[in-house]
């Protein structure tokens, strides 16, 4: 009897559910009704009068916060974009977002709509606004950027806009290769496009292009901007190979301050290294200093000492940096590395005295080559000084022989084959006379 009363009341339970859920739905319905004959009335205090009864009819069907939404969508669908935004705000944060995001929709639904194109920039920055309200700003200049590319190429520049604003990089990317691909000044304009990227791969890619179409001072500067130390080192070679040494010197030396901005001393030292490896002594001084480095860097001013037969400031130096066996090598081998150094400031006198020869930058290609009356007037002074610049390189090659340190031998060349001359007339590698002197011409002996 028990069990039998049990389940009657239980029944009794669900039915009245069940009645009330079904009560509750058709207040739903109702106010839904109510609500559609509010949005045909074209005057507001009537139209407003049936949406208040249409919230007491959802408020009966145990609607809360959520009816706003169902009236926001009323108006939305009406156009009225301000009442429908009044009543998302009174939604709880996720139907408000929703909400908003679907205005925004609208607003660029009526800014690419052939009905009203006059008013597209005011619909977009709508709709940007509320994207944003939405918390999907960049999701929506996305969409935005979509809508422009969909429309051609000669719509790419708005879509860019847009592409950069939602951070759509794949998509930019794909614009930049498509400028690219028609060739001609479509390639500058691809360049300038990876740019704003403001990414490492994206610097690389301007410089690139800018380097190929012989642009160089915007390559370097896209270059410098990445810090894209290959690029920057390709061109610091080509200026290497032109003699074009301070202007080289100065682009590392900006690369190295890019480096120093970002902190990244490792790749500072690695600049050093390879600085230093190409006897670039004083440059490397400077980077290792930077990277904070300090004992490779008194190491590489010691070398430069050398090099340049600053015999005492390099015996200090190496002394300072715990390695006395290179001052020792300069000590056992002074004798022979002041005649040497005698004849380096011999050849560096002749080499001032030299008639200056102006390098004109061709604009096109930036290959630099000589005035020609300039360089005229430099022969005829070679001519004049031959026989003492032969004497002088037989002198180095004579000297040269009598060191007793490969490593100090390495240093002297380094030195010496600075000049023009004795590359000329000795072998590079062990500085024996290859070229004898009635075999020697004028261009052989310019410094």
């Not at 839904?32 to 009537?46: C, S, W, Y």
């Amino acid at each position: 009897m028990r069990r039998y009363t049990t389940r009657l009341i239980s029944a009794c339970v669900l039915c009245f559910i069940v009645l009330a859920a079904t009560a509750q739905n058709k207040d739903i319905e109702k106010g839904k009704e109510i609500l559609a004959k509010a949005m045909q009335q074209t005057d507001a205090a009537k139209r407003q009068e049936l949406v208040n009864k249409a919230i007491e009819s959802f408020q009966k069907g145990g609607l809360k916060q959520e009816l706003y939404a169902i009236i926001g969508d009323a108006f939305l669908e009406k156009k009225d974009y301000t009442n429908a935004a009044n009543n998302y705000n009174r939604c709880a944060k996720p139907e408000k977002r929703e909400g908003m995001k679907k205005i925004a929709e609208a607003y660029v639904e009526d800014a690419f709509s052939a009905d009203d194109p006059k008013n597209e920039a005011k619909n977009l920055k709508k709709a940007m606004d509320f994207y944003t309200k939405a918390e999907a700003a960049k999701e929506g200049a996305r969409v935005i950027g979509d809508r422009y590319y969909e429309k051609g190429f000669e719509f790419y520049n708005k879509a860019l806009d847009y592409y950069l604003l939602g951070d759509a990089k794949v998509k930019v990317e794909q614009i930049a290769e498509e400028y690219f691909a028609k060739g001609g000044d479509n390639e500058v304009k691809a360049a300038e496009i990876y740019l704003k990227l403001k990414t490492t791969e994206g610097y690389k890619k301007a410089g690139d292009i800018y380097y190929n179409r012989n642009e160089f001072g915007k390559a370097i500067e896209a270059y410098i901007a990445g810090a894209i130390e290959e690029g920057i080192q390709k061109y610091a070679d080509y200026l290497y190979s032109e003699n074009r040494i301070e202007e080289a010197d100065n682009l590392i030396m900006r690369l190295a301050d890019a480096m120093s901005e970002k902190k990244d001393d490792e790749a500072l030292e690695k600049l050093a290294a390879k600085t230093m490896n190409k006897g670039s002594y004083a440059l490397a001084s400077k980077l290792y200093d930077k990277a904070g480095n300090i004992n490779l860097g008194d190491k590489c001013r010691a070398y430069d000492a050398l090099v340049n037969f600053r015999l005492d400031e390099a015996k200090g130096l190496f002394n300072s940096t715990g390695d006395a066996a290179s001052a020792k090598m300069i000590t056992d081998n002074e004798k022979v590395l002041t005649l040497l150094r005698d004849i380096a400031e011999n050849m560096e006198e002749i080499k001032k005295n030299a008639p200056y020869v102006t390098l004109l930058i061709d604009s096109t290609t930036g290959k630099s080559y000589a005035s020609p009356s300039d360089q005229k007037l430099q022969e005829d002074y070679y001519k004049s000084v031959k026989d003492q610049i032969i004497k002088n390189v037989n002198d180095i090659a004579a000297n040269y022989a009598k060191l007793n340190n490969e490593t100090l031998k390495k240093f002297v060349r380094q030195r010496f084959l600075r000049y023009g001359a004795v590359r000329n007339i000795l072998d590079k590698d062990t500085f024996i006379i290859r070229k004898q002197k009635q075999d020697i011409k004028a261009k052989d002996i310019v410094l």
